[in-house]
């Protein structure tokens, strides 16, 4: 399995999405080919109502911990309820340019 | 002082702080450039780091507030987030009034 789809099984499993994209952004970056270093990540889910973005972002963080551990470097993350998603027009933003500080670490 | 103690004093002697790949002016990472240049839009004085020149920050910051990943801002002392947190309050216009009532307080 690489590692979007292990991203996508642990998230599903540990947030109940209503929607779930995760995106290999690693081409965007100074990184070789098939790196599966840099990811997005678009996580809709009611689970998220009470909690604040910060709180959000631990939680995948703290999911993802053994892909940030072997070699996942970068992680955007996206998290909204429904509500905020829909209140969004259910986008989901663009990633940055890389400037090349990928190389030290 | 450890290096625990200095990232401290660092975020608390600061109304606002960014630890960042790179520096404002020349930023090492699209998501450090990003998040700098929502702090720099606000057009308030803040504070930052070069995490590339200083190895002991790159290794412990992330364990001074559970954060595994660069860029990170505080805010009067508080971890605010990192990149897509800070445009997303950026957006929202609530960035440039954290901003000014941390650099009142601290003032």
Not at chain 1, 35 to 50: G, M, T, Y
Not at chain 2, 38 to 44: D, F, K, N, S, T
Not at chain 2, 50 to 67: G, H, K, S, T
Not at chain 2, 84 to 96: M, P, R, S, V
Request: net charge negative; with cysteine.
């Amino acid at each position: 399995m690489n590692r979007k789809a292990r991203i996508e099984e642990a998230l599903k499993d540990a947030f109940d999405p209503m929607h779930l994209e995760v995106v290999d952004e690693s081409h965007m970056h100074s990184v070789p080919a098939g790196a599966e270093s840099h990811f997005k990540v678009l996580l809709v889910s009611e689970s998220f109502a009470d909690k604040t973005l910060v709180a959000r972002h631990r939680l995948l963080n703290r999911t993802l911990s053994p892909e940030l551990e072997g070699g996942l470097h970068a992680l955007a993350l996206h998290t909204w309820t429904p509500e905020e998603w829909f209140a969004k027009g259910g986008k989901v933003p663009e990633s940055p340019p890389c400037q090349g500080g990928s190389k030290a670490g | 002082m450890d290096v625990l103690e200095r990232i401290g004093e660092q975020v608390k002697s600061n109304p606002v702080v960014i630890y960042m790949k790179g520096t404002p002016q020349f930023p090492q990472c699209g998501f450090s450039m990003r998040a700098s240049a929502a702090l720099q839009e606000c057009g308030i004085p803040f504070a930052y780091v070069n995490v590339l020149q200083d190895p002991e920050i790159f290794e412990n910051l992330p364990r001074y507030a559970d954060w595994p990943t660069f860029p990170q801002i505080y805010i009067d002392g508080e971890l605010v987030g990192g990149c897509d947190i800070t445009l997303e309050l950026h957006a929202g216009g609530q960035l440039k009034s954290m901003m000014e009532e941390a650099a009142a307080k601290h003032a």
